[in-house]
C-alpha cells in the first residue's frame, strides 16, 4: 500500500515523512513533530516550505487551510473532527484524509453549504458526516473548475431528506 503525501513525485515522499521530525512551529497554533506520525493536520508545502502541523480540531482545520496555497495538500488524520461552520478549500488545494473510513469531518449543525470547493481544489479520501437537519443542507459544493471529489463517503443522520451534493465544471 502506497500513501502519498502532498502531490509530489514518488521519490520525494520518504523526504517529507522526515521533516515530521525536524519541522518548525509555524505560528502558535502548530507543533513541531516528534518523529512519527501523530493524530494532527499536517500542511505538505509544494514550495518546499517546512511542514505545519496543527491540532484536530475546527480552529487546526481552518488554520491549516488558511496556510495551504495553491499545490499544498492537506491531511486530515484518522479520527473525527467535529464541525460547526462551514469550511472553504482554497483554490489549487487537497484536503485528504488518511482513511476514508475514520478521516470524519463531522458538521454538527449543518444549515447551507457545508464545504465549499474552489477552483483546482480536491476532497479526497475522507468521510464527511452531516447531522440530521430541518434546513437545505449541501454537504459538498464542488461546483467549480477542475475540482476533484474522489473516495469520499458522505454519511448523514437518519433523515437523508436534505442533503445535496453539487458536482460539475461551472464557467
Known sequence: MTIKLGRGEDLYESLKLRTIADAPPASSSSTTGSGVVQNKIYVWHATGAPLEIFEPTETGLGDALTAAATGDAVWIPSLEIILLAAI????????QGLNQHNSILRFTTPNGAMI???DRAILSNLTVW???SANQVTAIDAR???GL????RVRVGDD???IKIYAGHVE
Open 116 to 118: 465549499v470547493m474552489a
Open 130 to 132: 452531516c447531522n440530521d
Open 88 to 95: 472553504a478549500i482554497p483554490s489549487g488545494v487537497a484536503v
Open 149 to 152: 471529489v474522489d473516495a469520499v
Open 160 to 162: 437523508a431528506a436534505n
Open 144 to 146: 467549480c473548475a477542475l
